[in-house]
C-alpha cells in the first residue's frame, strides 16, 4: 500500500542532467514544463485562458456594435495607398478602421473620421476590400451618438472644430456638444 504521506505531498523534481538556460535555471523549470513552477499548476491553462479572453474581448465589442468587418483589418496599411484620391484629405484610413473596431472616438475624429464623405475610393486599396464606408459610417453614427450623450471630452471636440476635422453633417451635433 502507498505511504498516504507520498501521495499528498508533491514530488520536488530533480533532474541535474537538464541543460541551463539560464544560470541557475535548467530547461525542465522553463516553458515546457510549465506545471513545475511554483505558484500555480495551472499556468498552462490561466495563459490560455488570458489569450482566449483577450481574443474574445476584441472581437466582441465590434460586434456588439453592428461593426464586425472591422475585426477583419489585419493593419496592414495598403489603404494609405490612396491619398489624394480621399477627397477630404484623410491620410491614415488603418487608423479609422482601428478606431471603430475597439470604439476609439477620440482616434476616430483626430484622424478626420467625422470629414470622411463614405465615397469609397479608399477601398479598392484595401487588400481585403472590407467595406470601408460602411465601417466609417457606422463608427461615425456611434461617434455621433457618444457627442450627443456627452462621452467624448470637451478638448477633442474643441481640437477638430480647429483643425477642420468635423463635416458639415456632425457641425451641429459638435457645435451643440460645445454650447
Ligand atoms: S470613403 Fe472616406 S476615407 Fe475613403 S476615400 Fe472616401 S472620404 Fe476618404
Ligand atoms: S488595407 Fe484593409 S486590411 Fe489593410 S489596414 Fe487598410 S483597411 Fe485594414
Sequence with gaps: MADPESTRKPKKREDPDQPYVLPGIHRFQFFTNLKDRGWTMNLDRAALF??????????IKPLVRGNAATIYCYECRACYATQDRCPVGI????ELSVAGRVG?????????????IRCGNCQSYCVQYLPLP?????MQQDTRTAIRSG??????LERALKEGLVGKEFIDDVVNALA
Design 91 to 94: 491620410a491614415y484610413q488603418a
Design 50 to 59: 488570458g489569450v482566449v479572453a483577450a481574443l474574445l474581448a476584441t472581437m
Design 104 to 116: 476609439d472616438y477620440d482616434r476616430f475624429i483626430r484622424n478626420g473620421g467625422l470629414k470622411c
Design 151 to 156: 462621452i467624448v471630452p470637451r478638448y477633442v
Design 134 to 138: 460602411q465601417m466609417f459610417g457606422t
